[in-house]
């Protein structure tokens, strides 16, 4: 969600700036009053539109994946042999971000809770 903020600000994500610097220099531009908490829910907000939106343009779970590299298993040290498992992955991360496991879209309740119940009506 830090991360939709910081693009969405055209601030480099590595850059050395307190988040609420940050959030202060938003609310200076913006002159709303938002705290971290508003602020990163702006972020939540980006982030869902965003994969809504490329869901809406053919974006499916088939689509995500992992580089190569990742894929090939260590020969040596603490995760020697290991491979990640993209299925179990995909279906943790989809559902903390309250996607549908089965697709990777956003759910209407997610939507509806980020006051995008809108966008929802796309998905219906």
């Not at 209407?108 to 119940?117: A, I, N, Q, Y």
Request: glycine content about 8%; aromatic content about 8%; overall charge negative.
């Amino acid at each position: 969600d830090w991360r939709s903020v910081c693009n969405s600000l055209v601030l480099c994500i590595f850059a050395a700036v307190p988040v609420s610097d940050v959030v202060a220099l938003l609310n200076a531009a913006t002159g709303r009053d938002w705290d971290i908490a508003e602020t990163l829910r702006a972020g939540r907000r980006i982030w869902n539109l965003k994969r809504a939106f490329n869901c809406r343009l053919g974006l499916t779970r088939a689509s995500e994946r992992l580089p190569r590299l990742l894929l090939q298993p260590l020969a040596e040290g603490p995760t020697e042999g290991y491979v990640p498992n993209l299925e179990v992955m995909l279906r943790e991360y989809y559902t903390v971000r309250g996607w549908d496991p089965g697709t990777g879209a956003p759910t209407r309740e997610t939507l509806e809770e980020l006051d995008l119940g809108f966008v929802a009506d796309e998905f219906t």
